[in-house]
């Protein structure tokens, strides 16, 4: 039914007009925007934010005149008050809120620059935060920016030595009461586990950002033997940082996770001040402890946030989510634990860890590589670009065959940006992927990779054993690695095989396992990839290496890796 006209004709038109006139023009107000470009720690002493703002020019709007004669005046904006203010916000703060504590302000100017005390200090919470510029608009403050966290931690470091140059890119996971075989084999790299939901509680006091917290002695005891032994003999060490289940520690864990049975680590939790405090005082202990700076605890040089973290069911799980919502949490666990450990040892690197699966179908569990990294790179890059690398896990397809030369045929692997599964095969286009101008670091080089874990099995599925082709594989593997220079290290799976592996045909080891010792690790023979491993990055690498062209299917290297140099194994 139509609204009935209460003023008609000529008198409508009249009143019109006399609104108008009596209303004027209103000016409408499409906020101001801010772009923040840097955020540093200058002197030890200033944490200095730089920036542009855009300021808005308000539109000049009239009235709406209806059908009938109703004169609507426009939607106006409540004007702010005429500045810009910078707001510290904690990574477990999802926005400015109902907060009126900004930190600084200044006037508006067309380019931005705010100047924060800093006490110099590695336990400074100012270090981690992250900043967002705000207006005024009447009562409430309103964020105008994207935030930006500091991107230079370690310039605080009290330790800045060098990072140690390797020898060869030749890594092994060792079993330490071996440690006299790896040293006999030449290792260059290992890898050691660290999961935190053991090392919390007990004896060891520590004292952190004005709060005491307790870890567990003997354990960390065994730490400091472990990768002292190893870093002391020139073995550079990549520390794994897990987080597993710890029922009396829940501020480890996302606010009301809950446990999962397939899950075999958890992600770190920082979404909750008790849950961040803890988790930084964690990260900033163990950097602490193996910056370097005690020779008696050993020094670890790379450190990964998590293992295969693409993998949110299995390897990182903080419950079902979407790509996008899943790969932000990361992002501040990992800026967490990137601060914290720069902050202490300014020229370790930081890493994480992804599975081959490089394209996929993502769910709400499990991601793409490719995806993950895309998202992630972008939202670190948009927020203050760090230093991050991938650690990178390039098993053959399926890992029950040690062949990867012919894992195209499986379908699963090409040579494109879009290969289900990028591995050893195709491992050019992980580092050519990597080489693109916005994957490069703010200062335009190739991010650091490593290839922290992947194996060739010597009991084939289908077949048995096959120590031959498994040391066929490492031999083909090894060369492509060395001949890669996007590619740092890598590390093979394992010193010795597994029980729970083998017993999956995943036999990984340069050693077999006593299958009847659960309990123990007890190495029995050999295998065929022993020498090998041990000669590949010595001058008798190309003799240890001949049996594997044969297998491979080749009369010399250069047919499949090109550009390789005989001479530089002679």
């Known amino acids: 039914m139509k609204k009935k006209n209460l003023i008609k004709g000529g008198a409508a038109g009249l009143l019109t007009l006399l609104l108008t006139a009596a209303m004027g023009c209103f000016a409408s107000f499409a906020y101001d925007s801010a772009s923040l470009k840097t955020c540093t720690v200058e002197n030890r002493n200033t944490v200095v934010i730089t920036g542009t703002a855009e300021k808005d020019v308000p539109q000049e709007t009239v009235p709406e005149t209806l059908e009938d004669g109703t004169v609507v005046p426009p939607e106006t904006e409540v004007p702010d008050d005429g500045y810009y203010y910078l707001f510290e916000l904690q990574p477990y703060e999802t926005g400015i809120g109902s907060r009126t504590d900004y930190a600084a302000w200044c006037d508006k100017t067309e380019k931005l620059k705010f100047s924060l005390p800093f006490s110099g200090g590695d336990s400074d919470p100012r270090l981690y935060s992250r900043f967002v510029v705000a207006l005024k608009i009447g009562d409430t403050y309103q964020a105008i920016s994207a935030p930006i966290y500091v991107t230079n931690p370690g310039d605080v470091a009290s330790f800045t030595e060098e990072y140690p140059e390797a020898m060869s890119k030749k890594g092994l996971l060792i079993e330490l009461d071996m440690l006299g075989d790896a040293m006999e084999l030449g290792v260059k790299h290992t890898t050691i586990n660290i999961p935190y939901h053991h090392i919390i509680g007990g004896n060891l006091k520590y004292r952190y950002n004005g709060k005491d917290y307790y870890f567990n002695e003997e354990l960390i005891a065994s730490y400091d033997k472990m990768i002292s032994s190893f870093s002391n003999k020139g073995i550079i060490v990549t520390a794994i940082l897990l987080n597993g289940w710890n029922d009396a520690h829940p501020e480890l864990h996302e606010a009301g996770l809950a446990k999962s049975s397939s899950a075999f680590y958890y992600g770190f939790n920082v979404s909750t001040p008790e849950g961040y405090e803890t988790t930084r005082a964690l990260f900033s202990f163990m950097a602490e402890r193996y910056s370097g700076v005690d020779y008696k605890h050993g020094r670890v040089s790379n450190w990964i946030v998590g293992n295969e973290v693409n993998n949110n069911k299995n390897w990182n799980y903080v419950g079902p989510m979407d790509l996008a919502s899943y790969t932000k949490l990361y992002e501040k666990n990992f800026r967490v634990a990137y601060t914290a450990i720069k902050s202490?040892?300014?020229?370790?690197?930081?890493?994480?860890?992804?599975?081959?699966?490089?394209?996929?179908?993502?769910?709400?569990?499990?991601?793409?590589?490719?995806?993950?990294?895309?998202?992630?790179?972008?939202?670190?890059?948009?927020?203050?670009?760090?230093?991050?690398g991938l650690a990178y896990h390039p098993y053959p397809y399926p890992m029950t065959e040690p062949e990867f030369w012919d894992d195209d045929q499986t379908g699963m692997v090409n040579e494109t940006f879009e290969s289900p599964v990028v591995n050893f095969k195709n491992l050019h286009v992980l580092t050519d992927y990597f080489q693109q101008a916005h994957m490069r670091t703010a200062g335009g080089q190739v991010r650091h990779i490593i290839l922290s874990e992947e194996g060739f099995t010597s009991d084939s599925i289908s077949r048995g054993k096959v120590y031959d082709i498994q040391a066929a594989a490492f031999a083909y593997a090894y060369y492509l690695v060395d001949n890669n220079p996007y590619i740092d290290a890598f590390i093979l799976n394992r010193q010795v095989d597994a029980i729970t592996e083998v017993e999956t045909s995943c036999a990984f080891g340069l050693w077999t396992v006593d299958m009847s010792r659960p309990d123990k690790v007890i190495a029995v023979m050999p295998k065929n990839i022993y020498q090998v491993f041990k000669h590949i990055d010595t001058r008798k690498s190309l003799r240890y290496s001949e049996f594997a062209k044969s297998i491979v299917g080749i009369s010399d290297w250069s047919e499949v890796i090109p550009g390789f140099d005989p001479e530089k194994y002679q």
């Open 344 to 388: 202490r040892s300014k020229n370790a690197r930081v890493f994480f860890s992804t599975d081959y699966e490089w394209k996929k179908q993502n769910t709400n569990l499990q991601y793409a590589a490719k995806d993950f990294i895309d998202l992630f790179n972008a939202g670190i890059s948009a927020e203050g670009n760090i230093e991050w």
